[in-house]
């Protein structure tokens, strides 16, 4: 397994096992964040280990004109009786996915340091937050980082159902809007796949990177 070194570098995303583990170590910086974004790569771990670094093949992805709505969504969305903003408040956005409780989950990886470096990415311009309110409560949203044509999502959470799904929706039409042309989900959800996310290999994947 490769270490890295205090120097900001990865090596190739060939490298990654079976289960997309690329390497270990090194640190939550900005730069070293964003060069791993840029390279297919991305941090998950939780708190009592060291920073491990993954590049899965294949990769599970929105192409952003594939997005599917449901008819329930669809009605849902009609009603408006929930709001959708971006980076309102990335703050609450990103503590809401860390605590809101999930089905199946015991814990988060969204630990202190996690958090930290995505606050710092936010405020360098990279990462941002998509919202759903209801009556002035944020009831579901989700966060990620965007550079050139891609947006790589972090987390989302919803406390009413269907929130960040209404979240995601209006997200992916304003994504859309901006030129994106890729989102990249990182690995296989039901709840995505709902959505129209897809399976890619991680070289077709890599091509939206350059």
Known sequence: MFILPKECIFPPVSQSDEDGLLCIGGDLSVERLMLAYRNGIFPWYNEDEPILWYSPDPRFVLHPEELKVSKSMKSLIGKHEWTFTVNQDFVQTIRQCRFTKRKGQTGTWIHDDMEEAYLRLHEAGYATSAECWR?????????????????????MFSIEKNASKFAFIHFVKYLMGKGIQLIDCQVHTAHLESLGARLMTRESFLTYLT
């Not at 009831?139 to 891609?150: K, M, N, P, S």
Request: with cysteine.
């Open 135 to 155: 009556d002035g409560e944020l009831i579901g949203g989700l966060y990620g980082i965007e550079f050139d044509r891609v947006f790589c999502g972090e987390s």
